[in-house]
């Protein structure tokens, strides 16, 4: 019913010429993942090399974070219309690395959130807790307080149109990954937690999950019912890894 999907995350790395040999490597294998869709969210510097790449093959593009505002004097950011005229379709919003590393509050990411979806733009919203919330045990808390924040901010419906990612902190370019039924066990309260206020939205959701996510342990994630797919970090710069990912959602 979900159509997996499978979402790269590049951050910052790459160069023009390595972006060029990734990009030829996952066109050249994408017609061969059938049952997931495919994305790549890259620096916004490679954003024209991309769509000039992707266009017309069957992968989609995003940035990796927007502005809320929609233009003006904010050196340094991006907005959601700038994304849209590099052909985007999808936006990270709200990653543990902007929250953490950018101080980003709950509020602005819903924000950011908001001015994604008016746009028309997919945000991939990001929620997670940090190693020390998961062994206090308010993982639940933290989760639903992140998605709370934008269900408040876009309504149910708004929340329809995002995609959301589950991204325990502790998880992320560790190499240590969730087992397949602490992510499940997150996943389940979210789409639940979407199903108090609209169980339509929440059975059509699409929840990602990241964290080290690889070829040998995508399959028995992506196997568990409530997750639809993965958002993709250090694996997405390696074509085949990417590949066989989306082959194994
Ligand atoms: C991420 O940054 O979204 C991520 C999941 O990274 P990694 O796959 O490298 O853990």
Redesign the pocket.
Known sequence: MRKPLVAG?W?MNGTRESARTLLDGIKAGAMAVNGADLAVCVPYVFLQQVQEALDGSPIAWGGQDLSKEPKGAFTGDISAAMLLEFGCRFVIVG?S?RRTLHGESDTEVAEKTAAALEAGLTPIVCVGETLEEREQDVTNDVVGRQLDAVLARVGSAGLGRCVVAY?PVW????GRTATPEQAQEVHAFIRARVAAEDAEVAGALKILY????KPDNAAELCAKPDIDGG?????SLVAEDFLAIGRAA
């Not at 998880?171 to 560790?174: E, H, L, Q, R, Y």
């Not at 958002?231 to 694996?235: D, E, M, P, T």
């Open positions: 995350n951050k990653h690395e991204e998880a992320i370019g560790t990241g964290g080290s996510m958002l993709i970090g250090g694996a």
